[in-house]
């Protein structure tokens, strides 16, 4: 009857133990029960033995047994996975004499490599270093954009060709995605927006009596800059990133690299309808912002300020010439080339992971918007250059 009691005993209870049987032979045997939270002091002590051993570098050959091991989980894997890495990091051997099914799970774990490109980035406490590793990145990702440049072109080149691997259906789609299914959004913020205006010039124009010319502010602002910038914004967020979450998606499922052994070009097949459907549709929607504008201005000056519908009417076309219209339609060609560009490429270029998805959807967003704003004061340096 003691001879039970003690052997209960020992199954209840987790341990650790270790023998150096040479100079260079490390042992260690773990048995009992192995739960969460059940360690002990001894075992503690056991386990800080065996990794200050391994790490001193006397080392060079590590023996994985089991002694009367009883039910155990995922803390005694923990602790052999912890010991194994520790010999790898020091090109120690392992040998494992342990039970089929604990053999099986602990070769599992490292059976798979860490990914490389789950899109985070090692962090460092000094700014200075910081700024200085982000600048060094700069070059890898200019590179890898004008390959990616390089790469549309020569699509584009196939596509004149009539040997591009782009599916109509694939073009159509995205036309509704830039254009119909836009709509809604895009007239919401052009009506306020064009309100808004309508209000910021009423409070300095009524000071000399010349509220008429709210038209004019209307008109021109929205026609010329305000339209496009307003529909580069809007699409940049919810089109640019419906881009890259897309493709950045693919890319964790190896979609892509399913197309690449199918022998479908990736760049044909999602990048190029996406990148044409932006460019012709936003122009388009940058017309129907401007006319929706034009329409909030109308109803802030005829409603609030007492001007005659007719009198604002004809104030908004003699002050407004075609040469504005088309300056608005250069801002949105552009736009639209940025954002789908931007988008498509960073989900391209997507690592294999769901935080990796994550960033990249967010900055093919930040990306878009700069680069919506460098190119505004770009095209409106060269116009007024031009005098346009």
């Keep these: 009857m003691q001879d039970t009691s003690q052997t209960a005993n020992s199954l209840t209870a987790n341990h650790v133990e270790t023998d150096r049987t040479g100079q260079n032979v490390l042992r260690v045997s773990v048995g009992g029960l192995w739960r969460m939270g059940e360690d002990t002091t001894t075992q503690r002590t056991e386990i800080a033995y065996a990794l200050r051993e391994i790490e001193g570098g006397y080392v060079r050959r590590l023996i994985l047994s089991a002694s009367e091991l009883g039910q155990w989980d995922s803390s005694l894997l923990v602790f052999l996975a912890r010991l194994v890495r520790a010999a790898r990091a020091r090109e120690i051997s392992v040998?494992?004499?342990?039970?089929?099914g604990l053999a099986r799970l602990l070769s599992l774990a490292f059976a798979v490599p860490v990914a490389a490109?789950?899109?985070q980035?090692?962090?460092?406490?000094s700014f200075l270093a910081a700024i200085g590793g982000r600048a060094l990145d700069l070059v890898p990702d200019i590179n890898s954009?004008?390959?990616?440049?390089?790469?549309?072109?020569?699509s584009f080149h196939r596509l004149a060709l009539g040997r591009a691997h782009m599916r109509m259906q694939d073009l159509l789609s995205a036309v509704y995605e830039c254009g119909v299914a836009a709509l809604p959004i895009i007239s919401f913020t052009s009506l306020l927006f064009g309100l808004i205006l309508a209000f910021v010039g009423a409070v300095q124009l009524t000071q000399f009596g010349a509220q008429v010319y709210v038209a004019g502010l209307v008109s021109i602002g929205m026609l010329r800059i305000m339209g496009a910038v307003m529909v580069g914004v809007v699409m940049a967020g919810r089109v640019g990133a419906a881009y890259a979450a897309l493709t950045g998606a693919m890319q964790v499922n190896e979609e892509v690299d399913a197309?690449?052994?199918a022998g479908v070009y990736p760049v044909d097949f999602l990048v190029l309808p996406r990148v044409l459907a932006m460019t012709a549709m936003t122009p388009l929607l940058i017309l129907?912002?401007?006319?929706?504008?034009?329409v909030g201005g109308f109803l802030v000056a005829v409603t609030l300020m007492g001007i005659n519908p007719y009198e604002y009417l004809s104030t908004t076309i003699q002050m407004t010439s075609f040469i504005h219209v088309l300056v608005g339609l250069i801002y949105g060609t552009f736009f639209?080339?940025?954002?789908?560009l931007s988008g498509c490429f960073y989900g391209m270029r997507c690592g294999r992971s769901a935080q990796a998805v994550g960033l990249a959807t967010t900055t093919a967003v930040?990306?878009?918007?700069?680069g919506i704003i460098v190119a505004t004061a770009v095209i409106t340096v060269v116009a007024s250059a031009f005098r346009v």
């Design 145 to 154: 954009f004008l390959a990616f440049l390089w790469e549309f072109a020569r």
């Design 121 to 125: 980035k090692k962090t460092d406490d």
């Design 117 to 119: 490109d789950t899109g």
């Design 336 to 340: 639209g080339i940025i954002i789908a």
């Design 95 to 100: 040998r494992l004499n342990l039970p089929d």
């Design 288 to 294: 129907y912002a401007d006319l929706m504008g034009i």
């Design 259 to 261: 197309l690449q052994a």
């Design 366 to 370: 930040v990306h878009s918007i700069m």
